[in-house]
């Protein structure tokens, strides 16, 4: 496809399952993002890719958290043992230069 | 650290009126300035940036000025549309890898 493509758009999981998110980025960019917006903290950074690597990881909010990218192109966020406070809207971005970052329409989670 | 702070919404406007939206910064070194706009059910999207001081960005009537001396980068448009209703958000990135630093965002809501 043209743009970003995350999946799936919505997921509902009980508290303590994992839960694995994607992203399809455009073809041919090699730098992709991973944000997270919720009501009471904003959009927050999560971790960068530069190709497969992660040269930031710094936003990831405690160790249940992980994210990788092969080929360097579609990545996967994984939430292990998900809490109630993980339920936002996950974002994925990809870019090819410094220009501008391209936004995919997110996977909404929520954990009951 | 980085960070993006801009007016409170929710910003309610007849059609046809003036719209300012404040954003300001503080950032280490040259922060690039950018305005992201996310329509209802939309995924955000790049409205406008600027990457160095006095540059101007512009896009569909909206306009941003990137001011060092006062570190700001107000949204402006001389004529909102009922169609402008969004919530807009201001950030910033730096170097090492070009992640976004977001402000909490600012509904606009436009009347006929």
């Known amino acids: 496809g043209a743009g970003v493509s995350q999946s799936p758009s919505n997921k509902v999981t009980e508290k303590g399952k994992d839960v694995e998110l994607r992203c399809d980025p455009i073809?041919?960019?090699?730098?992709l993002y991973w944000y997270r917006q919720s009501l009471g903290q904003g959009l927050e950074f999560l971790i960068y890719?530069?190709?497969?690597?992660?040269?930031?990881k710094s936003g990831l909010p405690s160790d249940r958290f992980s994210a990788e990218r092969t080929g360097g192109s579609v990545s996967t966020l994984t939430i292990q043992r998900t809490q109630q406070e993980d339920s936002a809207v996950y974002l994925c971005?990809?870019?090819?230069?410094?220009?501008?970052?391209?936004f995919g329409q997110g996977t909404r989670l929520t954990v009951v | 650290g980085n960070s993006v702070t801009q007016m409170e919404g929710p910003v309610t406007l007849s059609e046809e009126a003036f719209l300012t939206i404040n954003c300001t910064y503080t950032a280490t070194g040259y922060p690039s300035l950018f305005w992201y706009v996310q329509y209802p059910g939309e995924g955000l999207q790049l409205l406008l940036k600027?990457?160095?001081?006095?540059d101007k960005g512009s896009n569909k009537g909206f306009e941003a000025t990137y001011r060092k001396e006062t570190t700001s980068f107000h949204l402006e448009k001389g004529s909102v549309q009922v169609s402008d209703s969004a919530v807009y958000f201001c950030?910033?990135?730096?170097?090492?890898?070009?992640?976004?630093?977001f402000g909490t965002g600012t509904q606009l809501k436009v009347e006929l």
């Open positions: 890719f530069q190709g497969n690597s992660a040269p930031d």
């Open positions: 600027a990457t160095k001081a006095d």
């Open positions: 073809s041919g960019h090699t730098a």
């Open positions: 950030a910033l990135s730096t170097g090492g890898g070009n992640k976004l630093t």
């Open positions: 971005a990809s870019s090819p230069d410094w220009a501008q970052a391209f």
